[in-house]
Nanobody, 114 residues
């Protein structure tokens, strides 16, 4: 079992920044991928960005150049730095850990006001 604890969501004005954190604990495999997904009301959950234990990153087109994903392997923690936020970034953001199995965090709300 893997437990994920997210933090850092909140309310911000358009153009502002937020930083999300997700700490994983439990049965962590050294080779894994951690990432962030989001789900807006009435929409499907979508990938925002992910990062593999070897450092490879992947971003959705909508956030590339504005968001940066990083990780601290020693702390089993992944971060999402979100800059130049837009109202359309408003969603519940979920952390995901994937190795032999996949686990999800409880989600954290990000609201961007115009």
């Amino acid at each position: 079992q893997v437990q994920l604890v997210e933090s850092g969501g909140g309310l911000v004005q358009a153009g502002g920044s937020l930083r999300l954190s997700c700490a994983a604990s439990g049965s962590i495999f050294s080779i894994n991928a951690m990432g962030w997904y989001r789900q807006a009301p009435g929409k499907q959950r979508e990938l925002v960005a992910d990062i593999h234990s070897g450092g490879y990153t992947n971003y959705a087109d909508a956030v590339r150049g504005r968001f940066t994903i990083s990780r601290d392997n020693a702390k089993n923690t992944v971060y999402l730095q979100m800059n130049s936020l837009k109202p359309e970034d408003t969603a519940v953001y979920y952390c995901r850990y994937q190795s032999t199995l996949s686990y999800w965090g409880q989600g954290t709300q990000v609201t961007v006001s115009s």
